[in-house]
């Protein structure tokens, strides 16, 4: 099986899986114009391995949260190769893949900083058995609730074959009606909100 790995959240991972093994692999943490480099990222990747973008059999794409402009980056090239070449779409949490990080507690909590004291937060065990589903939430109301666990927050240590595995068999989504998972609203929308309240 031949995969195609898209994070675009904060920075980008991108990777080229076949047969269970990381073939290709390209990182960066800049949050800067994503939308310019991830293409040719992408297309130089695959010059660098024996099969073509038709060969691709699933492509599993993290959907959020994270940077608003960044996930849209993602899911948007992500729906539009799903459509075209007919591939099927496998939707990830970013939360979930910070979960890969191995630890030592019983649970890790990955955590993005969502500013002004909020954050991403969910808790899982080592085996990606969700204890707290995604949520925008304070960060330290959430902490107080579980003990044994470690804070994950970087894509240094990340293992895509885990969360590979673990949604290799999921329902692909209909690429019309993939969508970002913001887990709360944009500025704009909150300001909205405010006005007509």
């Known amino acids: 099986m031949r995969y195609l ?5 904060f920075g980008y991972v991108v990777s080229l899986i076949e047969n269970d093994k990381i073939v290709c692999i390209n990182k ?18 695959f010059d660098n391995v024996d099969f073509k973008i ?14 608003f402009t960044g996930i849209r980056v993602g899911v948007t090239i992500a729906k539009i190769l799903g459509y075209t070449l007919n591939i099927p779409l496998i939707k990830l949490s970013k939360l979930e893949l910070l979960a ?11 955590v993005i900083d969502a500013r ?13 058995n969700i ?16 003990n044994d666990y470690t804070i994950v927050s970087d894509n240094s240590n990340l293992d895509i074959i885990k969360i590979i595995k673990k949604h290799e ?23 909205l909100d405010r006005k007509n309240n």
């Open 116 to 128: 002004r004291g909020y954050a991403y937060v969910a808790l899982y065990d080592n085996d990606l």
């Open 28 to 45: 960066s943490e800049e949050n800067f114009n994503t939308s310019d480099k991830i293409l040719p990222v992408i297309s130089s990747m």
């Open 100 to 110: 890969t990080t191995s630890v030592k507690t019983k649970y890790v909590m990955p």
């Open 54 to 67: 038709n060969d691709i059999s699933k492509i599993f794409i993290v959907t959020g949260p994270g940077s």
């Open 131 to 146: 204890y707290l589903d995604d949520c925008y939430d304070v960060l330290d109301t959430v902490t107080k609730k579980y």
């Open 169 to 191: 068999l999921d329902e692909a989504e209909n690429p019309h009606l993939l969508k970002p998972n913001y887990l709360k609203k944009t500025e704009a929308e909150e300001k």
């Open 5 to 9: 790995f898209i994070d675009t959240s």
